[in-house]
């Protein structure tokens, strides 16, 4: 009767902290992510590309003023540089026809020396690393907007280096940020 009575406990307490919890949607209309490769290039020395990505979605759960869980999913085919011929080579860099998106799964927040950061797992060409990412968040009425960028390693997911047109050598890493607001 005892140990019924605990687990009882256990259930309804567990049960409030859920409902406690609140649910926020990504807002895709004023969210964006992006990639910022560099590269030496045969004739100008280097280059800085950014593609931007506008095909997101999402949802955060925010518990006590904070994000407690969630996902922040980005289109793997859907980076725009203004020129086709290298998009469809990132495209295919990241293996989009087989693993069509870039997830972050948001584990928790935290803070340290005055920064706070969102620990979770980001998979990229079907591979899952945990990474913690610099954040800033701002809170605006109901609406939450979390803005970051992490430099990963191309070969930390099994990604080949961009190797078209005038690139002499790429960089080994890529940023990957963004701007993504949920309401």
Do not use: W
Request: glycine share 10%; hydrophobic share 35%; aromatic share 6%.
């Amino acid at each position: 009767m005892k140990k019924l009575f605990v687990v009882l406990l256990c259930g309804l307490c567990g049960a409030v902290l859920t409902a406690n919890a609140k649910s926020l949607n990504l807002a895709n209309d004023s969210s964006n992510a992006y990639y910022k490769a560099n590269a030496s290039v045969l004739v100008l020395g280097s280059d800085e590309i950014i593609g931007a990505n506008k095909a997101n979605s999402g949802s955060i759960k925010m518990q006590n003023g904070e994000i407690i869980g969630g996902e922040i999913i980005i289109s793997a085919s859907a980076f725009d540089t203004q020129n086709k011929r290298r998009d469809k080579h990132i495209r295919e860099i990241l293996h989009s026809d087989t693993h069509p998106k870039i997830v972050y799964e948001i584990l928790s927040q935290g803070e340290k020396h005055g920064q706070i950061y969102i620990d979770g797992n980001l998979k990229i060409n079907g591979i899952v690393k945990q990474k913690q990412i610099p954040v800033k968040i701002e809170k605006n009425g109901e609406n939450i907007t979390i803005s970051g960028q992490i430099s990963v390693r191309y070969d930390e997911f099994d990604l080949e280096l961009p190797t078209m047109g005038f690139i002499k050598k790429a960089h080994e890493t890529i940023e990957i940020g963004g701007k993504f607001t949920f309401k």
